[in-house]
């Protein structure tokens, strides 16, 4: 089995999905084996749910707009994405995405492994709904009950 050598091919569509409730979609091509050097996978950041609270890390992110268009809070600003935008975000610049008028697809690929995150407080992630009331490093305290489950895929891609 390709798997037992390291390497795969898996089609998004068969790939593990999480999601649920007030959270976005998101295609964890990892499964339960996080990648050792970069983490990377497909989001689809929907109006009115959570994709991830505004947060830096201890390494670096990348994002690529595939489709769609949504709100990047980036150090404290507010700017307008869309299709083919690409944004580069270095280790500890407190970031999240928010999609506002229509769902946006979102190509995130991220150094690994990060040993420190941290959810500072932000009005404006606040306003946008992504945001927490009191600064944390943990991610049980930030999320809570909202962490993703597994999720059947659902034709986001189609």
């Not at 809070?73 to 975000?89: A, K, N, P």
């Not at 944390?136 to 962490?147: D, F, L, N, Q, V």
Request: one cysteine or more; hydrophobic letters at 35%; aromatic letters at 8%.
């Amino acid at each position: 089995m390709a798997e037992e050598r390291g390497w795969f091919v898996v089609n998004a569509r068969d790939a593990e999905w999480r999601g649920g409730g007030k959270r976005t979609p998101i295609c964890a091509f990892e499964g339960d084996a996080p990648f050792p050097e970069i983490g990377i996978n497909v989001t689809l950041v929907e109006p009115g749910k959570l994709g991830a609270l505004y947060h830096s890390e201890d390494v670096q992110e990348d994002f690529l707009v595939l489709s769609g268009s949504c709100l990047l809070l980036i150090d404290g600003e507010e700017h307008r994405l869309g299709q083919w935008d690409f944004v580069h975000c270095p280790p500890d610049v407190p970031h999240a995405l928010v999609a506002k008028e229509e769902p946006c697809l979102v190509l995130q690929v991220g150094a690994r492994p990060a040993r420190r995150i941290l959810y500072p407080e932000s009005e404006l992630a606040r306003r946008h709904g992504v945001g927490v009331e009191r600064e944390t490093s943990s991610i049980a305290e930030a999320y809570g009950e909202r962490r993703r489950r597994p999720i059947p895929y659902s034709g986001w891609l189609d």
